[in-house]
C-alpha cells in the first residue's frame, strides 16, 4: 500500500508563479524524497531530506519537513513550463525500500 | 550504461501469456527494487533485493509474479497467466550501498494485457 499522500492532485498554475505540493505519511521515517515524473518517463530524484532537518533547498525548489505533523511540502519557485510533471514524495522507513505517494500532477501554462 | 536499463519498453500480451521483464541496474548498486505503477497512480512497491538475496517481497499481488537476481547484478520480474489487471508500468530502481540515500529509476517496461 502507498505511504505518502500529496495534495493537491492536481495544480495548474501560470509560468512564473510558485507552486507549492503537500505530502503527509503515517508512520516514523528515516528521510522523505521528492521525485519528478514527466509523462512516460521514469521517476527522477529531485531532492532528500533526513527525518533530522527541517528545511532544505536545492535551486528553485525548498522542501520543508515537519515530523510531528508527518508532512512535507515541495515549493518550485518562479515555475517555468519545463516544470510540468508529476511529483511524488516517498518515504524511506527501514532502509529497505521506499513508499510512493499517488502524486501531484502540476501544470505549468507559458 | 550509466543508468538503469529496462527490457522491453513496451510488451502487449495476450490474457494468459507468461511475461519476463529484465532490469540492468546501475553497476556497483547493491539495492534493487521493482514497483508496478498504474495509469495516474504512484509507484506501488513489489519487492526489493540486496545482492541476489531477496529480502521483501510483500508487494508482489499474487502467486503469479515472480522475481529473481541469481548473480546480484541483472533482475527479472516474470509475470505468469497474465491478467487485464496485471496492465501497468514496471519499474526498477536501484540504490548504492551504504544505506537508502537515492534510488534511481529505469524508464519502465510498460504491459498492456489484452
Known amino acids: 500500500s502507498q505511504q505518502g499522500e500529496e495534495d493537491p492532485q492536481a495544480l495548474s498554475i501560470q509560468e512564473g508563479e510558485n507552486a507549492t505540493m503537500n505530502c503527509s505519511y503515517k508512520?516514523?521515517?528515516?528521510?522523505l524524497q521528492w521525485y519528478r515524473q514527466n509523462s512516460g518517463r521514469g521517476l527522477v530524484h529531485l531532492i532528500l531530506i533526513r527525518s533530522n532537518e527541517r528545511e532544505k533547498h536545492s535551486g528553485r525548489l525548498r522542501v520543508t519537513l515537519d515530523t510531528s505533523k508527518k508532512s512535507s511540502s515541495l515549493l518550485i519557485t518562479a515555475s517555468r513550463a519545463a516544470d510540468t510533471a508529476s511529483y511524488f514524495c516517498a518515504t524511506d522507513h527501514n532502509n529497505n525500500d521506499m513508499r510512493f505517494g499517488a502524486g501531484t500532477r502540476l501544470t505549468v501554462k507559458p | 550504461g550509466a543508468g538503469v536499463s529496462q527490457s522491453p519498453r513496451y510488451k502487449v500480451a495476450k490474457r494468459g501469456q507468461d511475461v519476463a521483464l529484465r532490469c540492468d541496474p546501475i553497476?556497483?548498486?547493491?539495492?534493487l527494487f521493482w514497483y508496478q505503477q498504474a495509469l495516474g497512480q504512484g509507484p506501488e512497491f513489489l519487492t526489493y533485493?540486496?545482492?541476489?538475496?531477496?529480502?521483501?517481497k510483500s508487494g508482489l499481488p499474487s502467486d503469479r509474479f515472480f522475481a529473481e537476481r541469481p548473480e546480484g547484478s541483472v533482475s527479472t520480474l516474470k509475470i505468469q497467466r497474465t491478467q487485464q489487471e496485471d496492465s501497468a508500468v514496471y519499474l526498477c530502481?536501484?540504490?548504492?550501498?551504504?544505506?537508502?540515500?537515492?534510488?534511481?529509476f529505469g524508464e519502465g517496461s510498460w504491459l498492456t494485457v489484452v
Open positions: 553497476s556497483g548498486h547493491v539495492s
Open positions: 508512520t516514523s521515517i528515516n528521510n
Open positions: 530502481a536501484s540504490s548504492p550501498p551504504g544505506g537508502l540515500n537515492t534510488i534511481y
Open positions: 533485493f540486496q545482492n541476489e538475496a531477496q529480502l521483501d
